[in-house]
Antibody, heavy 120, light 108 residues
Framework: QVQLVESGGGLVKPGGSLRLSCAAS????????MSWIRQAPGKGLEWVSY????????YYADSVKGRFTISRDNAKNSLYLQMNSLRAEDTAVYYC?????????????WGQGTTVTVSS | DIQMTQSPSSVSASVGDRVTITCRASQGISSWLAWYQQKPGKAPKLLIY???SLQSGVPSRFSGSGSGTDFTLTISSLQPEDFATYYCQQANSFRIFTFGPGTKVDIK
């Protein structure tokens, strides 16, 4: 079935780095744009980054620009988020989601999320 | 950047009630708006796209309307499984996909 599975979350000290992965299955990954979205504890959803199907177009939220890097490997059906210079305010559950152009870029498939905690 | 607001921030309702949630964009976004439902500890679920199109598998008691800057999500007859937090999200600005702050629907 259509599925996204995130991994790579954990506890990291301020200033540290972490790389999140999102494994896609059940659909042609290379046909879809993808996004990372996060949710801090008890807070709302915050869009983090977006990558086009080929990887040629990338956008970031101002809050992570210059620190986070999104990438994808279509041969491995995988999406990544390299997070550097992490701050306490980056603590959140991180979700990957499929952007469906046919649905006006509605995010129609989500992973279960992976938790990132930034603390000393 | 386009900012999204939602009202109310929370609403208490009973099973069978009609519930309406409003979302407003700081500038016109045509029909580039989606609505999501999120239950505690779960990933969000797409309910409505293109402001008024019902996602496959979503019950018909959910409906969306609006265009430009003002949008509405309506639940015609609230069911027990509908108690959740609802978010709007704009996709007009392809550089940033902003979410609204959310509306929590809980039991009266």
């Amino acid at each position: 079935q259509v599925q996204l599975v995130e991994s790579g979350g954990g506890l990291v000290k301020p200033g540290g780095s972490l790389r999140l992965s999102c494994a896609a299955s059940g659909f042609t990954f290379s046909d879809y744009y993808m996004s990372w979205i996060r949710q801090a504890p008890g807070k709302g959803l915050e869009w983090v980054s977006y990558i086009s199907s080929s990887g040629s177009t990338i956008y970031y939220a101002d809050s992570v620009k210059g620190r986070f890097t999104i990438s994808r490997d279509n041969a491995k059906n995988s999406l990544y988020l390299q997070m550097n210079s992490l701050r306490a305010e980056d603590t959140a559950v991180y979700y990957c989601a499929r952007e469906n152009i046919a649905l006006y870029y509605g995010m129609d498939v989500w992973g279960q999320g992976t938790t990132v905690t930034v603390s000393s | 950047d386009i900012q999204m607001t939602q009202s109310p921030s929370s609403v208490s309702a009973s099973v069978g009630d009609r519930v309406t949630i409003t979302c407003r964009a700081s500038q016109g976004i045509s029909s580039w708006l989606a609505w999501y439902q999120q239950k505690p500890g779960k990933a969000p679920k797409l309910l409505i796209y293109a402001a008024s199109s019902l996602q496959s598998g979503v019950p018909s008691r959910f409906s969306g309307s609006g265009s430009g800057t003002d949008f509405t999500l309506t639940i015609s007859s609230l069911q027990p499984e509908d108690f959740a937090t609802y978010y709007c999200q704009q996709a007009n600005s392809f550089r940033i996909f902003t979410f609204g702050p959310g509306t929590k629907v809980d039991i009266k």
